[in-house]
């Protein structure tokens, strides 16, 4: 029968259970001007579109 030659400490063992380690997945919201996806409070990659104004010339 396999039995474990030391005690696993209180910290090794909360930290293989703990759930830091797992990403998540970026938060996407549609973009007010043009509708892409984008990340929030950041330019629009796609249009250059910020808070309704235009920030950055994107040519097509």
Known sequence: MAVPKRKT???RKNK???NVWRMDAPTLVKCSHC???KRP???CP???F???REVV???A
């Open 35 to 37: 509708g892409e996806y």
């Open 41 to 43: 409070h950041r330019v």
């Open 9 to 11: 400490g209180k910290a």
């Open 50 to 52: 910020y808070n309704d």
């Open 46 to 48: 796609a249009c250059g």
């Open 57 to 59: 010339k994107v040519e």
């Open 16 to 18: 293989r259970r703990s």
